[in-house]
């Protein structure tokens, strides 16, 4: 693959991640944004250079930046006598994500687990399927924090 067919690539790939933030219910911009940050071999941009790339007016990119900012997945850097901010992805933890995703799993066992208690019959179909549920993520829940320190202990 050539360089010109990459750069073709990386720059779908961008349009990609801006689709699914969109489906998100986040605004194109900011998916479209964070595709550029993570996609592309780049791994800092002005603000400048990202209205150029993306072509989005100055308003939208100062928006989606902000918002990015705010839910913590963008931050930016200065570098002393330069007045640019260089924007790029947070760098987390290699769990972070993974903890995101724990939280939600847990969110949703504690409102089956509301759902269940006020149902008058805990024998009907949906009842059974609800305890089911739980059940599934009791075992996830409770085998998460012996996964990741499996996985850190074999690397």
Sequence with gaps: MTSEERIKKQKELVETVGRLYDKKGWQPVCGRILGLLIVMDKEQY???EIV???QIS???ASNALRM???SGMV???TIPGD??????IKKLNRFSLIDEHLVKLKDSRDFLRQVLEHKG??????ALMIKDLIDIL???LKNFEKLKNDYTANI
Excluded: A, M, V
């Design 58 to 60: 100055k308003s939208s």
């Design 83 to 88: 007045r640019k901010r260089y924007f790029h």
């Design 52 to 54: 150029e790339e993306l």
């Design 46 to 48: 002005t603000f400048d």
């Design 68 to 70: 990015l900012e705010i």
């Design 121 to 126: 019959n805990k024998n009907s179909g949906n």
């Design 75 to 77: 931050e930016y850097s």
């Design 138 to 140: 009791n075992f996830f």
